[in-house]
């Protein structure tokens, strides 16, 4: 990469990162609007964040689709490869519709059989659970049209719709709570919020043939659509099992404890993540050249320094974030002794982000790969389960208030976190070791020609 290329490479993330960071800001500031005065009840509010992270449990297929779509959208060098971009666009628009309503006949089907569904699940207000269902239908479109603005290098507009979806989200929440609403006025700020940036999103790449049609080959497709769905969609459950784990097991008195904790590092899985967006697209179009590995280093690096140097900093003063976001509800900072865990636990996720990035604009994620992954997720999910009549038992026998996090709901979460870290290590050293081999493998076909 020459010294030109090196300064894009970080102008063009600066701007990314400067975007999520404003859109981060807005999103943040949705939870100091939402704990503050006249905003949510902690149980509602504890409702609210384990909606969210289900929001992106449905999204799964969106970061496949994104990734897909900026692919071939960075490949797509001329007229005929942009009417087949556009042919893949069109058939991903169709299935994320038929995903959708299968998701909607799915969640009739339960509540019809399952008079407790909602109150298993604390939820007081199904109306939060149909918003919810609404904004993964939008968060499943929003990545085909951001995944080619992300193939184009157009990190311009790419950044302006973070920042509109933060600054809609934040706007429209606000007035909620002014309204009076809980989780499902808070549901309804994140869809109009998401509707802002689709629609900012759909209007930037208005000049491609919408209107022409291109027959499309469905196996291959196929097999290049599943490993960018699996690899992606892995680390939206290593990344959100644990919240929904904590709804579901611990009493409402006390999961909004462990909220702030998952809040924290949702800021700073988006801070850290704009390099591993700027490296996708110069990995696709730079096969087999320097440029790309630059790219990834560069990449890599500046995500490992990001991430240390936030969790020296929150080991040091661990209620920094709690007082930044939840200064008008001091409840929350009780939450300061999980955070260094949870940070440090995050770490090997970050980094395995940009790994797993890497695979997958070089194409190097394959079947038995993928599988490996799932084995993974599977097993982190396992582990919680498996460990669930234990954390109950350490917290079923001791008073707790909505207003103080107990000893041993403490002790409870930090399993949880520990848990949580140990697999992301796993992940991290799995995905290292497919790194390896691929790189072995290129290198030994170099050699054999």
């Not at 981060?24 to 149980?43: R, S």
């Not at 038929?98 to 006949?105: D, F």
């Not at 969790?311 to 007082?323: A, S």
Request: glycine share 8%; charged share 10%.
């Amino acid at each position: 990469m020459t010294e030109e290329n090196k300064v894009t490479f970080f102008r063009q993330s600066g701007w990314v990162a400067l975007a999520t960071v404003l859109g981060g800001v807005f999103l943040t500031a949705v939870h100091i609007v939402v704990t503050g005065p006249g905003g949510m009840e902690e149980t509602e509010y504890s409702t609210f964040v384990t909606l969210l992270r289900v929001q992106l449990l449905i999204s799964i297929p969106a970061a496949g689709i994104q990734t897909l779509l900026a692919r071939q959208s960075a490949a797509a060098n001329s007229p005929e490869e942009v009417r087949k971009l556009m042919a893949t666009f069109r058939r991903v628009v169709f299935f994320v519709l038929i995903l959708w309503l299968g998701l909607v006949a799915t969640l009739c089907i339960i509540q019809s059989g399952n008079d407790q569904f909602y109150e298993h699940w604390k939820v007081s207000n199904a109306v939060s659970v149909w918003l919810t269902l609404a904004v993964g239908l939008v968060s499943l479109l929003l990545p085909t049209a951001r995944g080619i603005l992300m193939g184009r290098q157009d990190f311009k507009n790419l950044g302006w719709s973070i920042v509109i979806d933060g600054v809609g989200r934040f706007a429209a929440v606000m007035a909620a709570m002014f309204l009076g609403y809980q989780a499902a006025g808070g549901m309804a700020g994140v869809l109009i919020g998401l509707l802002c940036s689709l629609a900012l999103s759909f209007y930037c790449i208005r000049d491609l043939p919408w209107r022409t049609n291109e027959t499309l080959n469905w196996l291959p497709w196929l097999k290049q659509a599943l490993p960018l769905a699996i690899g992606p969609g892995v680390l939206v459950i290593m990344f959100s099992a644990d919240v929904l784990f904590v709804q579901e097991t611990f009493p409402d008195t006390q999961t909004h404890f462990y909220m702030p904790v998952a809040t924290v590092g949702l800021a700073l899985f988006m801070f850290v993540t704009p390099m591993g967006m700027v490296m996708f697209p110069k990995l696709v179009s730079s096969q087999g050249g320097g440029k790309g590995n630059a790219a990834l280093r560069y990449a890599f690096t500046g995500t490992f320094i990001l991430g240390s140097l936030a969790f020296v900093i929150l080991l040091l003063i661990p209620k920094l974030p709690l007082w930044i976001i939840y200064f008008k509800s001091p409840v929350y900072w009780q939450s300061s002794p999980l955070i260094p865990w949870y940070i440090a636990s995050l770490f090997p996720l970050l980094l395995a982000n940009v790994i797993i990035g890497n695979l997958l604009a070089k194409e190097r994620l394959d079947g038995w790969k993928c599988a490996v992954l799932l084995l993974l997720a599977a097993g982190y999910v396992f582990a919680l389960v498996n460990q669930r009549q234990q954390l109950m038992a350490m917290t079923n026998n001791v008073a707790m208030a909505k207003n103080e996090l107990a000893s041993a709901t403490k002790d409870a979460f930090q399993r949880v976190i520990i848990t949580f870290g140990a697999f992301n290590l796993a992940f991290l050293t799995v995905a290292g070791l497919f790194t390896w081999l691929s790189q072995r493998s290129a290198t030994d076909a170099e050699e054999a020609h």
